[in-house]
Structure formats: C-alpha cells, structure tokens
C-alpha cells in the first residue's frame, strides 16, 4: 500500500513546469523540479529562528511565538544555539557592548543565514539613536540585514509579516551559482 | 543544600554563561568557577543593555521622558510610567503654588492599569520560572494569559507593551467606553485560569523539590542585601509600600500582602526559591482583588479632562509649568520591587539630575552570595526565581 499523497503537490513545480505520473486518484504523483527550489522549499518551511532577544522587543518575539500567534505554524522554532539557526531575529536594543556579542552570533550561523532586524532600535538606534552614548545606531553597521521590521515594538503582526516576506526571498536562494546579493526590503 | 567542594587536584573549571543565554532572561553575562558540577563562585557581568536612560532624562522635559521610562522596565511599563510621574508630581508638589491635583477617576484609573500591568509581569515571571525548570507548557499558559492583558491595554491606550499612558497630572485619555466588564471578565478569566496553572506546576514534584531549599535568603540577609519586593516578601519580611508608605488611591484599596512561609513543605525553608514563586502567584490574586475594588470605585466619566472627579486628566497646563527648585525621591511598589527615582531639579524645564533606584539590579548584586555551593543547573533556579529584567539593571 502506498501512502495516498493528496493531489496538489508536495514539492513545488516553479521552473518549466514539472512531470506527473500516475493520474488515478489514490496514485502516488511524481513531480520533477529543479534541486535548487526542492532545498528552497524546504528552507523556507522550516525557518528555524535564534532565540535572541536584548530587549523589549524580545517580550514581543516571545509572545509571536506563544500560542496566539504561533510561529510554529511557519515551521518556525525557536533555537538556543546559533549553530542550529537559520534566521537571527534581532530584537532589541544592541550597545556597543553587545554589538561585537552579537556578530558573534551571526558568524557562528551555518549558511545560508538570514537576519530580520526586529523594532526601531535594532533598525536605526530608535529612541536612543539622538541622545545615548552607548546604543549602537543599528544593527546593520556590523552584518548584513535582510528585513527591516518598523515599530517600538513592532506588533506580532508585523514580524510575521515581515517573516513572510523574508519567505519569498529564501524562494529565490540561490545554492549553486553566484549569488546577487538582494537589496534589503522594509517590511 | 550546601555541598562541599571537593576535587581530587583542585583544578576549577571557568563557565562563561551569557550574555546570549536563554536563561539569562536577557543580556546577563555570569562567569561561573565550577568544581565539577558544583559551583564555587559565579560572578555577574552587567552593562550589555546600558542604553543611557538617565542621561537622555538630563536632555529633555519632564513629561518627555514617561516614554523612556516604559523601556526601563518594559515587562510593566504602567507601573514604570507611574513610577516617573509620581515621582515628578512630588517634586511639582513641594511648591505650593505648583501642586497638581490629580482627578479621582485618573488616581483609580491607575491604579487599575498598574495592577493589571504587575498581573501580566507575575505571569512572565513565573512562567518563566517554569520554563527554566523544564516545564514549557505552564509558560505558554502565562503567555495566552498575558494576551488577554495585552488586549485590554490596546483598547485603553493603543499599545501592547510600551504604553506611555500614564501622564503626570493624569492618565494620557479616558478608558474606552464598555471596558470596565471586559475587564471584569479578564480578572475572572485570570482567576480560574491561575488555579489550573496552580494545579499544573506547583504541586509537581521535580519542580517543587528543586526550588525547595535552592538558594534560601534570610530575612537579616534580604534586607543587608538591599532586596526588594516579592524577592523581599519571600524571605518572609513584611513590607509592601502600597500598603506602608501608600501613594495615589493605594490606601482606600484592601489587600493581603503574602509573605514567604517555607511553603514546599519538609524540605522547604523561608526565603527558598519556592517561597519567592509562591509570593508572586498570591500577589496575582491579590492584584486581581485590587483590580475589582478600583473598578467598583471608579467614580463616572465627566465630559471634561480637568473636572477634578471625573477627568482623567488635571489642567495640562499645570503639568507643563516650569517645576520647583529642590530634590526628591518618590519610592513605589513594582512587581520587581521598590523603584525610587532620585529627582534633582534646578527650576527649568528640564531635569538636572534623574537616578534610578531599581529593584533588579540589587537582585543580580546577591547572586554571588548565593551561587557557591549550588548544583550548575541551579543557578538558573536562582535567576528565574528572583526574576530580573536587564534594562533595569544596566538602564
């Protein structure tokens, strides 16, 4: 007995179209894709994050994954080392003391790696960017960054939202090949 | 639980925990000496969040600041935003001609939302607590509660964490109309569900047993420490300022303060860990009770801000003169404890001098007092259980 896999499909067809066998419900289907979107596929469904979280917004990266909103629905988990992360959500207020921590970080991610930039102050110093002397005026002057999420905190919403659009970005990985570096996006 | 050090050639070996740790609650770096599993001496590192709020207060005026306060302790910024403008309204105060009077309905409009606001932190407290114990489902319990608190506070003030609501003179603008009985249905809802989060973790044996004893504060010690709040409680000394030195409406409220009593039982002591956890679940109660009395006095809405019964807010222009000369410390009651702000002004606009006296930083100050001897898996017993939230600590 074969599983019944249900129609529609299980991997994506994207480029040129992909070969069906089998046409009797019930059938298992065979779909041919390029092994570049099969890994794409499953990067993008399996985002697992670093749980990183200096400050406020960190509350709010906490509830995101709660079960409100429930980021595992994304395939999102939550990880305690950088080692098993995908995504770096930077969320929070980083110092000049934490910067260099927090590179850290990001290098000891395996490629490919992506960085979402959570609230005003991991995006431009926010709050502090005018008056404090020890806030970093964002995170990216030290790594690059692929999303920008606005807000003081940003709601949930707003980081799945901008989540969503890393997802899209994941889609057109490129494994093999040169990469075109893609300009970040404000989500 | 003392245990005695004991390694065969005296070789230690250096942990270096944090300051990216999901324990830490935030950015705490602690190098740890460990014989074995056995901690010898734990030293904290602080200053990964130092965001220079106090100097920011010295550039700007001060309802300017009440912003900035919500991020000195973001898990109950209302009682932060409180904290502030209490404060300010005493330093307005000590002029006769500059007090401000606050109207009544503002004074239990406050109240209110600074009892939901310690709710919601006791909630990530002791969840949190229970993560670090291993136990992840009693955390998204507290967690789904908290959203419940979260919704509220949208509809009052349009914000979900950093509020910036309560103003000084004031509350920033009225309840919404038809809030107060879905804030009554939360309060209920709160309730049932605390006595299955009770019954969930609390009567658990591994949880229990490893609070039970873990890192015991006596009462001489807590106060020679300079704890504060349910820390303070836990080690069975009684002392609340809502209730001993009470500001706003606080002393036409009733309520239990809950005091540590080596509640684990045979292996428990007063001012274990356990006793800390215990006093803030009672306190969740507690503030739902003052939640209930500060709704029923909530006297009704007048059309205008300055009426000085139903207004939510006193004349603006009160609280944008200039203030007195002199200096102040206002102390009140946070879910972390007694925050005191330190107050010094030279007659202008804007603040000479702000200091903050939180109640984490003396927290994180006896955690090496109280790491030699314990088990390396405990230190994370001794950081959930007195409960600190970093941009306190470092500001």
Not at chain 1, 78 to 97: M, N
Not at chain 2, 93 to 111: F, H, L, Q
Not at chain 2, 163 to 190: H, K, M
């Amino acid at each position: 007995m074969v599983d019944p896999v249900p129609s529609g499909s299980i991997c994506p067809v994207r480029t040129g179209g992909g070969l069906t066998v089998g046409s009797r419900p019930g059938d298992c289907e065979l779909h041919l894709t390029a092994v570049e979107d099969f890994l794409n596929w499953g990067k993008e469904h399996s985002l697992f994050y670093l749980l990183f979280a200096t400050a406020c917004c960190g509350i709010e990266l906490m509830q995101t994954g709660g079960p409100r909103y429930d980021v595992d629905r994304l395939g999102m988990i939550p990880r305690a080392s950088p080692r098993q992360a995908d995504l770096l959500i930077v969320a929070g207020t980083i110092t000049h003391k934490m910067a260099s921590r927090a590179k850290r970080l990001w290098e000891q991610m395996a490629e490919p790696r992506w960085v979402v930039s959570m609230g005003s102050c991991a995006n431009a110093g926010g709050p502090f960017s005018k008056f404090s002397y020890s806030v970093l005026n964002g995170i990216d002057k030290h790594f690059p960054v692929d999303i920008y999420v606005p807000g003081c905190p940003p709601r949930p919403e707003a980081l799945i939202d901008g989540v969503i659009e890393l997802r899209e970005r994941v889609r057109r990985w490129q494994t093999l090949g040169v990469r075109p570096r893609d300009a970040a996006v404000i989500a | 639980m003392t245990i005695v050090a004991e390694s065969p050639d005296g070789e230690l070996m250096t942990l270096n925990m944090g300051p990216h740790h999901p324990s830490t609650h935030g950015v705490l770096r602690l190098i740890v000496e460990c014989d074995g599993e056995v901690v010898t001496s734990c030293q904290p590192d602080i200053g990964y969040l130092h965001r220079s709020i106090e100097k920011i207060g010295e550039y700007l005026e001060f309802p300017q600041f009440v912003p900035y306060t919500d991020r000195v302790d973001y898990v109950c910024a209302m009682n932060a935003n409180l904290a502030w403008c209490v404060a300010a309204e005493a330093l307005y105060a000590m002029d006769p001609a500059s007090v401000i009077k606050i109207p009544e309905r503002a004074e239990w409009i406050r109240i209110l939302v600074a009892e939901l606001n310690r709710i919601s932190s006791h909630l990530v407290a002791v969840g949190a607590l229970a993560m670090d114990m291993g136990a992840y489902t009693p955390f998204l319990h507290a967690i789904a509660l908290r959203e419940l608190i979260n919704d509220l506070f949208e509809s009052i003030c349009g914000a979900r964490l950093t509020y910036n609501y309560v103003t000084i003179g004031g509350v920033a603008n009225d309840l919404p109309a038809g809030i107060e009985p879905r804030i009554a249905a939360a309060l209920d809802q709160i309730e049932r569900e605390m006595r299955g989060f009770n019954k969930l973790i609390t009567g658990n044996t591994i949880f229990r047993d490893r609070l039970a004893g873990t890192a015991t504060i006596s009462a001489a010690d807590a106060v020679a420490w300079g704890l504060v709040g349910p820390n303070l409680r836990g080690s069975g000394v009684d002392f609340d300022l809502r209730r001993d030195e009470p500001y706003g409406f606080y002393d036409r409220v009733e309520f239990a303060v809950p005091v540590g009593d080596a509640f684990a039982g045979a292996n428990g002591r007063v001012g274990d860990a356990f006793d800390r956890y215990i006093v803030r679940l009672l306190e969740i109660l507690e503030s739902t009770r003052i939640c209930r009395q500060a709704l029923k006095h909530l006297p009704p809405a007048a059309p205008k801000a300055a009426d000085l019964v139903g207004g939510w807010q006193a004349d603006v222009k009160a609280a944008l003169r200039k203030p007195p000369k002199g200096e102040v410390h206002h102390r009140t009651e946070m879910p972390r404890g007694e925050t005191g702000y330190y107050l010094i002004s030279d007659g202008s606009k804007i603040p000479y001098r702000i200091r903050i006296r939180t109640g984490s930083f003396t927290a994180v100050a006896i955690i090496p007092k109280l790491a030699p001897g314990l088990m390396l898996a405990d230190i994370v017993a001794v950081i959930g259980s007195l409960d600190i939230v970093l941009p306190e600590v470092d500001r």
